[in-house]
Nanobody, 121 residues
Framework: QGQLVESGGGLVQAGDSLQLSCTSS????????MGWFRQAPGQERQFVAG???????KYDDSVEGRFTVSRDNAKNTIFLQMNTLKPEDTAVYLC???????????????WGRGTQVTVSS
């Protein structure tokens, strides 16, 4: 079946940077895109950024210019470099994998358990 494992979360101050990683063991043939979502308490899961197998990227407007998604295909790993963090970025960040690069939650087939990112003001 495969799984996704995130790492790199933590507690930082506003303006700081943080990098998340996600390693996938999902069969390569089943994964065209990998991405990041986030979910704050009491809120819906929100698309953050994603990257296709060919390197195409997609970002939510709220992180465009501050966050960068990248991937290492040889290691089946993606990264999320988060710069100029804001308190409103505080959430559990979840890695996802699937067959299409989209911001729609239901189109992603595989999910990690998430890693907490907390940004203090």
């Amino acid at each position: 079946q495969g799984q996704l494992v995130e790492s790199g979360g933590g507690l930082v101050q506003a303006g700081d940077s943080l990098q998340l990683s996600c390693t996938s063991s999902v069969p390569y043939s089943r994964v065209y895109a990998m991405g990041w979502f986030r979910q704050a308490p009491g809120q819906e899961r929100q698309f953050v950024a994603g990257i296709s197998r060919s390197g195409g990227t997609k970002y939510d407007d709220s992180v465009e210019g501050r966050f960068t998604v990248s991937r290492d295909n040889a290691k089946n790993t993606i990264f999320l470099q988060m710069n100029t963090l804001k308190p409103e970025d505080t959430a559990v960040y979840l890695c996802a994998a699937g067959g299409v690069l989209t911001s729609t939650v239901r189109h992603w087939a595989y999910w990690g358990r998430g890693t907490q990112v907390t940004v203090s003001s």
